[in-house]
Nanobody
């Protein structure tokens, strides 16, 4: 059962930008989404999933060192969405990006969206 929906992935050149969005897939999960930390992780085939950024229900962001000063996570409480603005993208940012909700019952993942940065 998919509870999070990601959008906004695609192909971009080195130095370009993309914006990813994450939203609850249905009204049942909407309340949980609004009250929990929401984050982004990414994974390259054959490697472990890597944490990228997260934001508290009150809007406090945290970033992995590899993306700090290039990526910005934000949440729109009126739309109940979380976005990841990615600037100055590098080929090493190429991965499948997953949205995740850190809930009391465990992590809830989206299906992922591919981001490819060409040289």
């Amino acid at each position: 059962q998919v509870q999070l929906l990601e959008s906004g992935g695609g192909l971009v050149q080195d130095g370009g930008s993309l914006r990813l969005s994450c939203a609850p897939s249905d009204n049942t999960f909407s309340h949980v989404f609004r009250l929990n930390v929401i984050g982004w992780h990414r994974q390259v085939p054959g490697q472990e999933r890597e944490w990228v950024a997260r934001i508290s229900k009150d809007g406090e962001p945290e970033y992995a060192p590899s993306v700090k000063d290039r990526f910005t996570i934000s949440r729109d409480n009126s739309e109940n969405t979380v976005s990841l603005q990615m600037n100055s993208l590098k080929p090493e940012d190429t991965a499948v990006y997953y949205c995740v909700a850190y809930t009391f019952y465990g992590l809830r993942w989206g299906q992922g969206t591919q981001v490819t940065v060409s040289e």
